[in-house]
């Protein structure tokens, strides 16, 4: 397991969550969680649009908690993120590290010189006799405007992730997953659905879907005729004087709408991973990111998938008390926390 010896910094397309986590010998203690909302389209589809505003919103967060460490993990999502489960003939590791470069060129749509690559295997030996490997590549521009950014903060990225995979890792130490169980992972951000679909405890699938907590907000600004900020109070069910002409129903009508929308293409991936893997059973389905909050949108999953829905406590198994943390702030923002989570158990040494 990780040492936790990294901040966990998750640089969202709405706001920005910090993690920082110390490792005892009985379970990890948290030491910080917090977060800080990000201007509209600071981030647009996972490409860093104001930089500025991301360095001082890092700068504001990492003061606020009183961080010190000036080490942190990252994680990156989205259209220039392909992730790839391919089979291979069995190699070491060694060999596969020098052949992947040719290899992966038929798996990913960029030029192969515009992204970084990395590999994780699976399994050594499945049953035709060749090796499964999980490979990631990522956009070398987008990689870099995060570490820059990360750098002008006045921190060192020592790890790039992806979202869905910090989501697993967060998960993997607060829950007992059975061997031959599956389970969907779920992580709805504003602007993405990470999807990662885990079988005893090894990713089976993952996607990427462009949906997200910003439909929510543009529906109910284009429906209920409502500014930006007074859409985002209504989402979260917020409000005030100047909303007093919009009708609750409306707006969960609209909730409505958007959750059946992003439910379908939850469905979707879900059958396609069920149409060509042999674990095709999913025993459960776990969401995380803000949307995770949202009644109507679990209620949906649910209704199109069959399978039972929870939130993810990313805190479960993490001792909250040592720092006198506030309890309720941490269990009302748990589903957002799971990705900087999953960060801050991230090692330094790690690949």
Same mark, same amino acid.
């Given at each position: 397991m990780a040492k936790g010896n990294l901040i966990g910094l998750d640089i969202g397309s709405?706001?920005?969550? %910090?993690?920082q986590l110390k490792e005892s010998r009985k379970a990890y203690q948290l030491q910080c969680f917090g977060m800080i909302a990000l201007p509209p389209e600071a981030i647009v589809d996972g490409s860093i649009m104001n930089q500025t505003a991301?360095? =001082?919103? %890092?700068?504001?967060l990492v003061a606020s908690q009183r961080i010190k460490l000036k080490d942190v993990a990252v994680s990156v999502?989205? !259209?220039?993120v392909i992730l790839r489960k391919i089979n291979l003939p069995v190699m070491t590791r060694e060999e596969l590290d020098e052949s992947i470069q040719w290899e992966a060129e038929q798996y990913i749509p960029f030029d192969i010189n515009d992204v970084n690559i990395d590999v994780a295997i699976l399994n050594d030996h499945n049953d035709q006799g060749q090796m499964d490997v999980l490979l990631v590549a990522a956009k070398k521009d987008m990689i870099n405007d995060?570490?820059? %950014?990360?750098?002008?903060a006045g921190l060192a990225a020592q790890v790039v992730d992806v979202d869905s995979f910090a989501v697993q890792n967060a998960f993997e130490i607060n829950y007992n997953l059975p061997v031959g169980e599956t389970v969907a992972l779920i992580n709805v951000g504003a602007s993405v659905v990470n999807i990662n679909v885990v !079988?005893?405890?090894i990713s089976a699938f993952t996607r990427d879907i462009a949906q997200g907590g910003n439909q929510y907000t543009d529906e109910i600004q284009k429906q209920l005729n409502v500014?930006? =900020?007074e859409a985002e109070a209504l989402k979260i069910g917020g409000g005030g004087a100047e909303q007093d002409s919009v009708v609750p129903q409306e707006v969960e009508r609209v909730m409505q709408q958007v959750s059946e929308t992003i439910a379908n293409d939850v469905q979707r991936s879900l059958d396609f991973y069920a149409a060509t893997s042999a674990d095709a059973a999913i025993n459960r389905i776990y969401l995380s990111g803000g949307c995770a909050k949202v009644p109507a949108l679990s209620r949906a999953i649910e209704g199109k998938t069959g399978v039972p829905v929870e939130s993810v406590d990313p805190f479960r198994n993490i001792d909250v008390a040592a720092r006198g943390l506030d309890p309720n702030f941490l269990r009302a923002n748990a589903?957002?926390?799971a990705v900087s989570v999953g960060l801050a158990l991230r090692g330094g040494d790690e690949r």
């Open positions: 709405s706001s920005i969550k %910090v993690c991301i360095v =001082d919103a %890092v700068r504001e999502s989205g !259209h220039s995060y570490i820059n %950014v990360v750098r002008e !079988h005893s405890g500014s930006y =900020d589903p957002l926390a």
